[in-house]
């Protein structure tokens, strides 16, 4: 399979707990993305790499939210002291950018429950 | 980044043609347009993009009238499996790339 993965798939956790979702993105594709989605809801922007750079972080992503994507490759995103409004599907979508422009293709998600 | 308009839900009937039209008054010059597709408890998934007239794969065409003010995703003979959220977003994925999704049309495929 050649599309964008992410590990887990699932995840639930205690309230204040730390938890980390891995995304591994279509190879040779210089952008990654982070999403967040709830319940009705359609996804909304949390960060973008390009390459290995981090060029923009939305106001949604608090203190407590770090990502990082060390060589360009994978991404990590880590949550720490984990609350119950953290709630959600986490996307993660994978581009190749170019003059032409850019499509986003997006992993299967990894769903957070906080207890 | 344009701001989209697009119906809430929608109903069809197995082997209909169906329409989803999308409002962006403010669209950029640069800016594409793009649509996905979302089933429950998966990622959205790439339907179709496009700047103007018309734009057809094999899953949709996308009609962009000359003013681009507006686009009509049509999906041909939809199915049970077509029962999805339709998402329309504009931008040009130029320095920030990221998209900004609303809410969506439901599309309900009934037998």
């Known amino acids: 399979d050649t599309g964008v993965s992410q590990d887990p798939r699932h995840k639930i956790t205690k309230r204040g707990q730390n938890v980390t979702f891995r995304c591994d993105p279509i190879s040779e594709h210089n952008r990654l993305y982070w999403y967040r989605q709830t319940l009705g809801q359609g996804p909304e922007f949390l960060t973008y790499?390009?390459?290995?750079?981090?060029?923009?972080k939305s106001r949604l992503l608090s203190d407590r939210f770090s990502a990082e994507r060390p060589k360009g490759s994978f991404s990590t995103l880590e949550i720490q002291r984990t609350e119950q409004g953290d709630s959600a599907m986490y996307l993660c979508a994978s581009s190749f950018r170019d003059r032409a422009g850019e499509t986003q293709y997006f992993g299967p998600g990894t769903r957070l429950l906080v207890l | 980044l344009a701001k989209t308009t697009q119906p809430i839900s929608m109903d069809s009937y197995e082997g209909q043609e169906v329409n989803i039209t999308c409002s962006h008054n403010n669209i950029a010059t640069n800016d594409y347009i793009t649509w996905y597709q979302q089933f429950p408890s998966q990622g959205p998934r790439f339907i179709i993009q496009g700047y103007k007239t018309k734009v057809t794969n094999e899953v949709a065409s996308l009609f962009i009238p000359a003013d681009r003010k507006s686009s009509t995703l049509s999906l041909p003979r939809v199915s049970l499996s077509d029962t999805a959220v339709y998402y329309c977003?504009?931008?040009?994925?130029?320095?920030?790339?990221?998209?900004?999704f609303g809410k969506g049309t439901k599309l309900s495929v009934k037998p």
């Open positions: 977003l504009v931008g040009d994925g130029g320095s920030q790339g990221n998209l900004i």
């Open positions: 790499f390009q390459n290995e750079a981090q060029l923009e």
